[in-house]
């Protein structure tokens, strides 16, 4: 199973503080937009998202379809095709891509400690 991308969501309480200290640390901005509460941070093939008020809890985010880069790989593992193998190994969503469509779709889960896990396909 090709998940894509990994990247960390974290709901920060100031985008602007968030952002100074990941540049700190050598990352910089890559996608987003301050004007849209949220930041996409790349540190060589770190990926850390920092979101303003858009979600409680901080999430493991994963993009089928994408490298770290943004950019569409060649073959993948379909979302829908993903969470039909989740479900037969008895993994339980939270919400659910509609396996009638094709394209962009999303699902998220949680693992057993209770982490938000989203699965984002954007193609």
């Known amino acids: 199973m090709k998940l894509g991308a990994f990247s960390v969501s ?7 503080t968030s952002k ?16 849209h509460n949220y930041l996409i941070m790349k540190n060589g093939n ?17 993009n089928p379809g994408w490298d770290e880069n943004a950019n569409g790989v060649g073959q993948f593992d379909d979302i829908r095709k993903i969470q039909q193998d989740l479900k037969e190994k008895g993994i ?7 396996e009638t469509t094709t394209g962009p779709a999303s699902f998220v889960l949680s693992d057993p400690d209770g ?9």
Do not use: C, P, R, W
């Open 115 to 123: 982490n938000t896990i989203l699965v984002d396909q954007h193609l």
């Open 92 to 98: 339980s969503l939270q919400t659910e891509a509609d």
């Open 46 to 62: 770190a990926l850390i998202g920092l979101f303003q008020g858009m979600f409680e809890n901080n999430i493991l985010t994963f």
């Open 20 to 35: 100074e200290f990941y540049e700190k640390l050598g990352f910089e901005a890559f996608g987003g937009s301050m004007d």
């Open 10 to 16: 974290l709901n920060v309480k100031e985008l602007k």
